[in-house]
């Protein structure tokens, strides 16, 4: 009996083994597409070429940079950006899901390919192995090239998924969270929004308050050296080597975009984009001040960085700089906000050498993720306790200019934007989080700029946000923590999570004494 206990844990073992050998096996030898690069810019060769290059004569040497807070706005420039285009888009997201935006903006950017623009669109593939049929569909195209980042091998069986991202479990946690548009290697936007309903003012139940940066000059040459090194990094696989190339796919699909496309809801957006085309701009950034700057860098993660790799080159390693130096006054917008011992006591020393320190993040009621709110609130009677003044988003706020409108009405709002701002001069807008996974796990992007102007409105927002209206501010009595803010013109002091359900207080809870910090 002992012998066939024995002989069965080796089988088994083998077996598994074998299995493991087999995936890493096939990831060992990996499909990779050919190299490219982005297309060199002319002076007059596209309608962006001939609105921005008499720009960058005129403020030579200079970046022109406009923040894009509205939601309608950003689904209007990204849009416009790919109907203004004639060469090339090149389109790296965390994700871009197949519902009313997400449709839209692809289909714009077939209508793009189908007029000659060169397409290569970047997708993280944790979320876009869902949507693999839209994506073939669109790699069938001759003009447009698909590949993913960190991908499955598995790509129609769920199980098989599942059991090989187990497999690999460490390396499979590492994700693409960056997002960036890059229309003719002339404009660029980056910031926190995906391609989805949720940022663009579309969901039924609850949208984002999020953050893009609109751009054009010297670091737009940046964004595209940055696109080109993980288009060609050895985590990235196009997606016709994973799949069997499906070019019937194609007629239908564009079928059924362009069936969607007809739809009330979508009407509502295309108008909007109809009437800024019909005003005849060749670029447009939004309705929000265009400031010429000098002083303007975009940073970003290495690819590597999947591979557990140039850990010296890690984004947060850049930043953190920035936040230590600062001597007066610092702000911090992140939804996700998990300071770590370490964290914390930086942000402590600057209170204690007499700066301002705010930070401004999601409600337990507003997180779409409650398990990172329980990382977070290991550490807010510290923070509270230290002098840094914490301030949680509302679900349901009043409103806030620029901000509420949306398709369906009134909703629930979730924090996503992800910026900091230190002295009113030092600015960062991206897509990187103060947390552990974007820290460590993820690769991130951002845009780092010196302007005082810029960094106002940045701070105008904050001021905005924080309104008791609208979020709540965090302090203590005694040794508890309390939430005070302001509904329908009363002051109110809370004593516990506001509007959470007990099934988030039991998540947050739980997460709260788990071990597993370094994955939030």
């Not at 090989?164 to 460490?170: D, K, N, Y």
């Not at 109809?274 to 290495?302: F, N, Q």
Request: hydrophobic share 45%; charged share 25%; proline share 4%.
């Amino acid at each position: 009996m002992l012998s066939f206990v024995i002989v069965a844990v080796v089988a088994i073992g083998g077996a598994f083994g074998a299995a493991i050998l087999y995936v890493y096996g096939r990831f060992g030898r990996r499909p990779h597409g050919d190299p490219s690069s982005a297309l060199p810019v002319a002076e007059a060769e596209t309608e962006l070429d001939r609105a921005i290059f008499p720009l960058l004569g005129t403020h030579a040497g200079t970046n022109g940079i406009s923040l894009v807070s509205d939601n309608i706005e950003a689904f209007v420039v990204r849009a416009h950006a790919a109907r203004r285009a004639g060469r090339s888009l090149d389109l790296q997201y965390y994700y871009w899901k197949d519902d009313l935006t997400g449709l839209l903006l692809t289909r714009e950017i077939l209508a793009a390919a189908d007029r000659g623009v060169h397409v290569r669109l970047l997708l993280d593939d944790i979320n876009a192995g869902l949507h693999d049929r839209m994506c073939i569909a669109l790699d069938a195209h001759a003009n447009i090239e698909v590949r993913l980042f960190n991908p499955s091998r598995a790509r129609t069986d769920r199980i098989r998924r599942g059991f090989e991202m187990a497999i690999r479990a460490f390396s499979a946690t590492r994700r693409m969270h960056n997002k960036l548009w890059v229309a003719d290697g002339r404009v660029a936007i980056a910031g926190g929004r995906n391609i989805g309903d949720a940022y663009f003012d579309a969901s039924e139940h609850s949208n984002f308050r999020d953050l893009d940066i609109w751009m054009i000059g010297p670091v737009v040459e940046q964004a595209s050296a940055m696109f080109d090194r993980y288009w060609n990094s050895t985590s990235v696989l196009p997606i016709g080597k994973l799949r069997t190339p499906r070019k019937q796919y194609l007629p239908g699909f564009r079928d059924a975009l362009d069936a969607h496309a007809r739809t009330p809801a979508a009407r509502f957006y295309l108008e909007r984009v109809a009437d800024v085309m019909g005003e005849g701009a060749s670029c447009y950034s939004g309705s929000k001040t265009l400031h010429w700057i000098d002083d303007v860098r975009l940073e970003a993660d290495p690819p590597e960085k999947a591979l557990m790799q140039k850990r010296q080159n890690w984004l947060l390693r850049e930043l953190f700089p920035l936040i230590q130096a600062t001597k007066r006054d610092l702000r911090i917008i992140s939804p996700y906000f998990i300071p770590g011992t370490a964290g914390t006591r930086e942000l402590t020393a600057l209170v204690k050498k007499g700066a301002r320190v705010a930070v401004l993040t999601n409600s337990l009621a507003a997180t779409d993720v409650a398990a990172v709110h329980g990382g977070y609130v290991k550490y807010r009677r510290s923070l509270v306790r230290a002098g840094i003044e914490l301030f949680e988003l509302k679900e349901q706020g009043d409103a806030v200019e620029g901000h509420r409108m949306t398709l369906f009405g009134r909703r629930n709002a979730s924090l996503h934007s992800k910026a900091f701002v230190v002295d009113g001069l030092d600015g960062f807008v991206g897509s990187m989080n103060f947390d552990p996974r974007s820290a460590s796990l993820n690769t991130e992007m951002g845009v780092v700029f010196t302007d005082t102007a810029l960094a106002r409105e940045l701070v105008e927002m904050f001021e905005e946000e924080t309104a008791p209206s609208v979020s709540y501010r965090l302090g203590l009595e005694g040794a508890r923590l309390v939430w005070h803010d302001r509904s329908n013109g009363t002051e109110r002091l809370l004593r516990g999570e506001p509007d959470a359900s007990l099934l988030r207080r039991f998540i947050a809870g739980f997460i709260r004494i788990l071990p597993i910090e370094s994955q939030l």
